[in-house]
């Protein structure tokens, strides 16, 4: 167990092509991260520099006291998991298993009590003698997951989309055990994926990347809530964040927002997180979940005509429209009683809100230092 | 935006009626008895997990694979015996099969050059009008002269339905049409697909085996499962009242929670439902009269995700340790380990709990789903 450190790490494919650019990162000792972005952004790179099935264009990794950049992959003492988890078809689900401490002639008796330990973890114990061929590809992917743990004294775990070709019922599961079996193990842990669902689930920490540069690096409920810019606040959340086009600005001591022919008062309790002054064109972003529904008018409300709705058993959507802004909420309330309704109104800044600027994109407000903290 | 529906004139969206249809391959029965109809202008899912049927039945509608057995109606008209291209159904797979060596225009056009659309679009000017407006609405006009390969995903996917969407047929098929779309692009596409369809008063059948699309955009879902249709209805009915434990596991984000426990009366009024020796639960108001005729069974409770709640230990119906926990956005999911059970809860809070913490749970048993033992039928 180890910590990683990332030092202006950089990746320059042939032709020039420029996929990792310049990525700090400081990874804990025992931390699960998750590398996050969309296909191309240069999370997979990062990991198989870090894994050393890729040479380092420019920078330095360390992994522990050690520099790792001119570490041959099988001196690096990692352990990876990959999409396809590769396993021995006609080995057992044991010997499988087994088998990375098997090449490093470990004695049997270690060896069983290691595997037997991990299976019960997983909840493999009754497929522990049938073939991996006939597992289904949940239960493999477990497989390939206790393997890569077998090796205790491995520094780091990596994982590249271990779960994501699994179907939604599968996934959801094997996202539970996983996020067990790494806090158990306590193993540091970089997993990349695209699903930003899964990262908020199990990581620690998450390093949302974008075209090679890392846009922000946090727990889940800072991305989640405290999105720096634009970029990060659209690619997490289930559903996309809603944005106005609108103005802040002050007036009588009041912070306002001023969206199309609307002006609402802001709550104060913003005013300490504020990064700098006021009077500039921002972007409000609202996610669908934060918005409180009123049926009448009320101050500091903006009315919302209603398009279209989709109604499910769980929850359901509201397709809206403010003067050319359309906008969408989720609610887990009954709407059949106001999916008829032309108009509804709504509450913007009485959950979570946040404010861009509209030039730059990033964020005008501060991370609160404490979670709970000013909002 | 120009909407297409009245082109349409006075034809009306058609219905489709399937009866009694069986396919097998080889000795595997892929579809066993399925029938059902679909109203006029519905917005119909077939819905079921990986390998239940659902693009055999597709398959089987637009004529490209033969049933055993078994008879469809389009309208009051039996279109078994017509050729694929005689039933006017349009589809569009999982896979886009756009042609590469032609650009979005010609791709879109293509439907339209072929003999059976010459009456109408006997012009380039008329194919150029029909082919334009479908690209704007589906927001592909500005990629006409591109060729599939310079495309992303969803602007492929948007041309493969607007290929499909410029004949303007009386059916749409959609298999797993926005399947491997990554969730926010899924979520727009599945927004606009709704949209046209109810728009342009079209009947569509979609397959697909996420619960969340196909609760949130079909008028009704036939639930299909290792090729037999289990239960019809709206979304909301099957999910309150799925007939068997199959259908409820299958209705559900996060799935149902199933426990088995035994029926034991304490007093005369009183029961408990005993998961074993260390989780009993009381029950009272509404489940009781259920549970009175059921005294001395065993029975599998369900219990949804939001149907569980975190409490004081004190005060609680439930307590054990947590097994895992995952944050999702507007809170967060616990798993409870009770002796091997795995219980799934929602909790809305930024607390964050670490495995092995012990917590206490309320269950809303009054919205409890009871299911027969054996048979796995809902009581």
Known sequence: MSEIILNKVRKVYEGNVVAVKGLDLEIKDGEFISLLGPSGCGKSSTLRMI?????????????????????????????????????????????????????????????????????????????????????????????????????????????????????????????????????????????????????????????????????????????????????????????????????????????????????????????????????????????????????????????????????????????????????????????????????????????NFNLFAKDSGKSVLLIPDKRGNNI | MEIISNERGTQLAVSLKVQNISKKYGKIEALKNVSFEVNPGEFFTIFGPPGAGKSTTLAVIAGITKPDDGSIFMDDLEINKLRPQDRDIAMVFESYSLYPHMTVFENLSFPLNSPFMKHEFDSKEKIKKRVNKVAELLQIDMLMSRFPRMLSGGQRQRVALGRALVRRPNLFLLDEHIAHLDAKLRYLLRGEIKKIQKDMEITMIAASPSYDEASVMSDRIAVLFEGEILQIGRPVEIYEKPYNEVIARLMGEIPINIFECDIKRIRDDEFNLVLNEQYKLKVKNILKDKIKKLSGNKVKIGMRVNDISVCDIDSCDLSSEVYAFEISGYGSIISLNFDGNIVKLRYGSNRRFKIGDKLGIKLNVNNALLFDYKSGKLL
Not at chain 1, 104 to 122: A, C, Q, T, Y
Not at chain 1, 200 to 226: C, K, S
Request: hydrophobic residues 40%; aromatic residues 8%; charged residues 30%.
């Open chain 1, 51 to 351: 894994a050393g099935l890729e040479e380092i264009t420019g920078g330095e990794i360390r992994i522990g006291e050690r520099v790792v950049n001119n570490v041959r992959t099988e001196d690096r003492n990692i352990s990876m998991v990959f999409e396809y988890y590769a396993l021995f078809p006609y080995l057992n689900v044991y010997d499988n298993i087994a088998f990375p401490l098997k090449i490093k002639k470990i004695r049997k008796k270690e060896i069983d009590s290691r595997v037997k330990e991990l299976v019960k973890i997983f909840r493999l114990e009754e497929l522990l003698y049938n073939p991996a061929a006939s597992l289904s590809g949940g239960q493999k992917q477990q497989v390939g997951v206790a393997r890569a743990l077998i090796k205790k004294s491995a520094d780091l775990l990596l994982m590249d989309e271990p779960i994501s070709h699994l179907d939604m019922k599968l996934r959801i599961q094997a996202r539970t055990e996983l996020a067990r079996i790494q806090r158990l193990a306590g193993t540091t842990t970089i997993y990349v994926t695209h699903d930003q669902s899964e990262s908020l689930a199990i990581a620690d920490r998450i390093a949302v990347m974008d075209v090679g540069e890392l846009r922000q690096f946090g727990t889940p409920e800072e991305i989640y809530n405290y999105p720096v810019d634009t970029y990060v606040a659209g690619f997490i959340g289930e559903y996309p964040m809603n944005f106005f086009d609108s103005r802040l600005f002050e007036e009588n001591g009041k912070l306002k927002l001023v969206i199309g022919s609307k002006n609402l008062n802001l709550p104060d309790s913003i005013r300490g997180r504020l990064k700098d002054g006021t009077d500039k064109k921002v972007l409000l972003g609202v996610r669908p979940d934060d918005m409180v529904i009123h049926l009448q008018d009320g101050p500091e409300r903006l009315p919302g005509e209603v398009q279209y709705c989709e109604i499910g058993p769980e929850y359901s959507i509201m397709n809206l429209n403010f003067e050319s802004i359309n906008f969408i909420i989720r609610t887990e309330k009954d709407i059949s009683d106001i999916k008829d309704n032309k108009k509804i109104y709504l509450e913007l800044f009485s959950k």
